[in-house]
């Protein structure tokens, strides 16, 4: 079962509109959440986190989300650009402060 | 600062094998965790060293397993292959124990079993 869930495999966004990536928990005991980025053949690379004392995190274009009443979270980006192309990863801690993984959305920015 | 090496890149093995996977932390970093990544998986967690110890541990087999060295490099050894076990392994370092705090990834190892 599932703890961490990202429902949309992929999505596609114009240029220079915003994009919108989602991310569902299911354990309110999970109180810091991360997004990674990976392009093809290379690691994931660190984006943005957001601590459950927090609502939101902004980080130049980069903006997450956290609703935990919902027990959702959302990155936004805006503007989207080529670079941004890639899959993304929401990522939470558990209780033994090991890193929980959704199995990622693959973001296409369409020129 | 050099980061997070992963060697080989690519490896292809037959069923019945064993493979050894290695990885080589940011210098100073003394955690070291061990991701398989499946497509539509997401990254599945292996385990976790941190002072040559193994301080977490996911769900996966007895075949999978792993140490660490002195110099904070790691190691991955999966014995007894299974075709399942075609996956890219993903090496990741941090200063201190815990996921709570961002980690730094290698580029991987692309297994495949034959």
């Known amino acids: 079962d599932q703890q961490v869930k990202q429902n949309s495999p992929s999505l596609s966004v114009q240029e220079g509109r915003i994009s919108i990536l989602n991310c569902d928990y299911t354990?309110?005991?999970?109180?810091?959440f991360l997004w990674y980025k990976k392009y093809p053949a290379e690691g994931p690379t660190f984006l943005i986190s957001?601590?459950?004392i927090k609502d939101k995190n902004e980080d130049g274009r980069f903006t997450v989300f956290l609703n935990k009443s919902a027990k959702h979270l959302s990155l936004h980006i805006v503007p989207s650009q080529p670079g941004d192309s890639a899959v993304y990863f929401c990522?939470?801690?558990?209780?033994?402060?090991?890193?929980?993984w959704g199995a990622g959305t693959k973001l296409i920015i369409k020129p | 600062k050099a980061g997070v090496t992963q060697t080989p890149r690519y490896l292809i093995k037959t069923r019945g094998q064993q493979v050894t996977l290695s990885c080589s932390p940011i210098?100073?970093?003394?955690?070291v965790s061990w991701y398989q990544q499946t497509p539509g998986q997401g990254l599945q967690f292996l385990f976790e060293?941190?002072?040559?110890?193994?301080?977490n541990k996911g769900n996966f087999p007895g075949r999978f397993s792993g140490r660490q060295f002195s110099n904070s490099r790691s190691e991955m050894n999966v014995s007894t292959l299974e075709l399942g076990d075609s996956a890219l392994y993903l090496c990741?370092?941090?200063?201190?124990?815990?996921?709570?705090?961002?980690?730094?990834f290698g580029d991987g190892t692309r297994l495949s079993i034959l």
């Open positions: 990741a370092s941090s200063l201190a124990q815990g996921g709570n705090q961002p980690q730094h």
């Open positions: 354990n309110s005991m999970f109180d810091y």
């Open positions: 957001i601590s459950s």
């Open positions: 060293y941190f002072s040559e110890t193994q301080r």
């Open positions: 210098s100073g970093h003394r955690s």
């Open positions: 990522a939470s801690i558990d209780s033994n402060y090991q890193l929980i």
